[in-house]
T-cell receptor
Framework: ETGVTQSPTHLIKTRGQQVTLRCSSQ?????VSWYQQALGQGPQFIFQ???????GRGNFPPRFSGLQFPNYSSELNVNALELDDSALYLC??????????????FGSGTRLTVV | AQSVTQLDSQVPVFEEAPVELRCNYS??????LFWYVQYPNQGLQLLLK??????LVKGINGFEAEFNKSQTSFHLRKPSVHISDTAEYFC?????????FGTGTRLQVFP
């Protein structure tokens, strides 16, 4: 198992800028989810991709978008950054979708600070 | 709709003492429940999961949890904690294609 790796680990951006966060999923995992964890809070679901298509989305505006690639890597893009976007962004991958019981593997996250 | 409520935001405890972190859930469908741990400046690690079957679930690092359907609870327990157990613990319920996290319980173990 290669695990889930995220890059960069830390990032500082200015309000109004755009940012791209990257995730390399565990080998063979065709489902990837992204979560936002604000300071002192539990992670909140942003969206999920299965076989390169978005198949689930949480309560986040359209300026949060993503991509999933055939090599199991994925990206989270955030446009027009706001101060409240400062958070730890977590990527999680698993095999399958729907009501499958397979477990999620989380990366260590990217800490984004918007100033 | 599904949700989880963690009843304690912080739990201080001395080393080698027992601990219980409380979690209540709400769900109208089949329940899949998890406990995740987050050490400082790290991602999330799965401690244990309940999918079906035995209501007593054993996990890593000596933790266990009991699924109680009548009380809609999934409390996490450890009979003797160590300094290294200091971390944030999240009770999680599996929604449709997503995980729904509680607000977390900060376990602080003192020597």
């Amino acid at each position: 198992e290669t695990g889930v790796t995220q890059s960069p680990t830390h990032l500082i951006k200015t309000r109004g800028q755009q940012v791209t966060l990257r995730c390399s999923s565990q080998s063979g995992h065709n489902t990837v989810s992204w979560y936002q964890q604000a300071l002192g809070q539990g992670p909140q679901f942003i969206f999920q991709y299965y076989r390169e298509e978005e198949n689930g989305r949480g309560n986040f505006p359209p300026r949060f978008s993503g991509l999933q690639f055939p090599n199991y890597s994925s990206e989270l893009n955030v446009n027009a950054l706001e101060l409240d976007d400062s958070a730890l962004y977590l990527c999680a991958s698993r095999l399958g979708t729907g009501q499958a019981n397979y477990g999620y593997t989380f990366g260590s996250g990217t800490r984004l600070t918007v100033v | 709709a599904q949700s989880v409520t963690q009843l304690d935001s912080q739990v201080p405890v001395f080393e080698e003492a027992p601990v219980e972190l409380r979690c209540n859930y709400s769900s109208s469908v089949s329940v899949y429940l998890f406990w995740y741990v987050q050490y400082p400046n790290q991602g999330l690690q799965l401690l244990l999961k309940y999918l079906s079957g035995s209501t007593l679930v054993k996990g890593i690092n000596g933790f266990e949890a009991e699924f109680n359907k009548s009380q809609t609870s999934f409390h996490l327990r450890k009979p003797s904690v160590h300094i290294s157990d200091t971390a944030e613990y999240f009770c999680v319920i599996r929604g449709t294609d997503k995980l729904i996290f509680g607000t977390g319980t900060r376990l602080q173990v003192f020597p």
